[in-house]
Nanobody, 122 residues
C-alpha cells in the first residue's frame, strides 16, 4: 500500500559530494516525502533538511550552505545534494514521508524509509 525507498548512499572521501534520492508511492492516498533525517552512530535521529507544508525549506545549522533539498514537480521524489562532505556526517539517512488527505492536504500519518548508509572516510 505504501512504499518509501531511499537510495544513493555509499562511501565518499572527505570534501566529496553525494546525492540521495527518496521515492514514495501509495495505492490509495497521496504520500509525499518531506524531510531527510540523519542518525549518527550512538545518537538520536535528527532532521537535516525538510520541506514545510507550504513548500519552504529548513536546514540544520550544521549543513547550511553544503546540503540542498529538492523535489520533483509531482512531489513523489525528493533529493538531498550533499557537498563538501565531512566525516561527521557519516551515518544512516532516512526519508520521512507524509500520508495526506487527497483534497484537503491534511497529514494523516508519517512513514519512514529503511534508510541509506553514508560513510565519509579517506
Amino acid at each position: 500500500q505504501v512504499q518509501v525507498v531511499e537510495s544513493g548512499g555509499g562511501l565518499v572521501q572527505p570534501g566529496g559530494s553525494l546525492r540521495l534520492s527518496c521515492q514514495a508511492s501509495g495505492s490509495i492516498f497521496r504520500i509525499t516525502p518531506m524531510a531527510w533525517y540523519h542518525q549518527a552512530p550512538g545518537k538520536e535521529r535528527e532532521s537535516v533538511a525538510a520541506f514545510t507544508s507550504g513548500g519552504a525549506t529548513n536546514y540544520a545549522d550544521s549543513v547550511k550552505g553544503r546540503f540542498d533539498i529538492s523535489r520533483d514537480n509531482d512531489k513523489t521524489t525528493i533529493y538531498l545534494q550533499m557537498n563538501t562532505l565531512k566525516p561527521e556526517v557519516t551515518g544512516v539517512y532516512y526519508c520521512l514521508a507524509d500520508l495526506q488527505h487527497p483534497t484537503s492536504g491534511v497529514g494523516l500519518r508519517d512513514y519512514w524509509g529503511p534508510g541509506t548508509l553514508v560513510t565519509v572516510s579517506s
